[in-house]
């Protein structure tokens, strides 16, 4: 079975199902949508350093995530 592509286009990029975000106003919610930074990930690299010292949130739209085997 093919995997799923990951968004490509802007009405594909959607903060539905990430829940801090069901208190915003489906009209404000894409507003909010148009103000990320969406990116597209093949597994393996790291997005999120040990010792990351930057204010950057990231939300988990599709897929998963996991920790590096030490």
Do not use: Y
């Amino acid at each position: 079975m093919p995997a799923e592509e990951a968004p490509t286009s802007e009405c594909d990029k959607s903060l539905d199902g990430i829940a801090i975000f069901d208190g915003i106003l489906r009209d404000g919610q894409p507003v909010v949508a148009a103000r990320c930074a969406w990116n597209t990930d093949e597994a393996g690299p790291q997005f999120v350093g040990h010792i990351d010292t930057s204010r950057q949130v990231f939300f988990l739209v599709e897929g998963e995530a996991g920790l590096p085997e030490t």
